[in-house]
């Protein structure tokens, strides 16, 4: 794949954006992509579990993967892209039936008719906030390396093998990927795979605690590093009244590397927090009733983070940020 990119001109060339300073070849998510996508149609055709959610992802990762790739060859309008993302996400909150029923501790959310809204924005979203965060070498293959490996784990061990190896099986690729994105990057996951890893993680997330104990507030916990700067992120942008589609490097992970640390050490600190996010993962699926207050709990200090690291915190002015 590296070589067909640079046989296509594929390349990301750094600019006044960009934390990185080589032109490097962008697409190697298609990989990953292609494999997620047979696995998907196999276990649709041959009739696994669960069928709903293979559909939703069948469909949408299609989808999600052709933008994604033809941005990367040539760069599509931010209309287009957000438009088909958006179909994208209505399919698949469409089949897994909306928001499901949360437990809240001290209550149950039963959102309804409502949830098909919901479910559509917290897809869309997320789709876009993993892409925003794939922004240093080894961030995102890293992070879903993590949460493919830990949430096929807990689904396994919660009586779903199909689903679980998968996951384990897309960890695994996001591993080997991982050898050619680690600093200093060969390659480039580009939209192609971090759109689709976004897709992906949030209609599971919102789909697994029907049948399993993985639910909503354990996905939660496993993306925490990314819900909580992407969407912190974004919010104080459109609170500065910054384009919300600009390319910028405004995110805590990118004040970290403009503070001085390499990308390496910042993805490495990031697995690290990972790794205790995970713990409190396999807390709340063994004690669901706990869910909602780990998750915020951790948030509480991914914000503190957030807050110390973002230059958002520490400049004005769209220039700067």
Do not use: C
Not at 22 to 43: D, H, K, Q
Not at 227 to 240: M, N, Q, S, Y
């Amino acid at each position: 794949m590296r070589r067909f990119t640079i046989h296509r001109d594929m390349f990301d060339v750094p600019n006044a954006r960009s934390s990185h300073d080589t032109p490097t070849p962008r697409g190697g998510g298609a990989v990953f992509s292609i494999l997620l996508l047979l696995a998907a149609a196999g276990l649709t055709a041959a009739g696994a579990p669960h069928r709903d959610l293979w559909i939703a992802l069948l469909g949408g990762e299609m989808l999600v993967a052709a933008v994604g790739w033809m941005d990367d060859y040539r760069q599509l309008p931010s209309f287009t892209r957000l438009t088909l993302y958006a179909l994208a996400a209505g399919w698949a909150a469409g089949w897994i039936g909306g928001l499901p029923t949360v437990d809240m501790g001290f209550a149950t959310l039963r959102p309804g008719v409502a949830g098909y809204v919901v479910s559509w924005a917290i897809i869309l979203a997320f789709t876009n906030i993993y892409n925003f965060m794939d922004g240093i070498d080894g961030l995102a293959a890293g992070e879903g390396a993590t949460v493919s490996f830990a949430a096929g784990a807990l689904l396994i061990g919660s009586g779903e093998p199909v689903l679980g190896w998968v996951f384990v099986g897309l960890g695994a690729a996001l591993l080997g990927f991982l050898r050619w994105n680690w600093e200093p990057a060969r390659i480039f996951m580009g939209d192609v795979g971090s759109n689709l890893l976004g897709f992906v993680f949030a209609t599971a997330a919102l789909t697994t605690g029907r049948f399993s104990d993985v639910s909503v507030w354990v996905w939660a916990l496993l993306l925490g590093v990314f819900v909580v700067d992407g969407f912190a992120t974004f919010g104080r942008r459109l609170i500065r009244r910054l384009p919300p589609q600009q390319a910028h490097r405004s995110h805590a992970y990118q004040g970290a590397v403009q503070r001085g640390h390499s990308h390496a050490q910042v993805a490495a600190v990031a697995t690290g927090i990972n790794a205790l996010l995970v713990a409190l993962a396999v807390v709340a699926w063994l004690h669901t009733d706990l869910g909602i207050g780990l998750v915020a709990l951790a948030y509480a200090v991914l914000l503190a983070l957030h807050y110390r690291y973002s230059p958002l915190a520490q400049r004005k002015g769209e220039q700067q940020a």
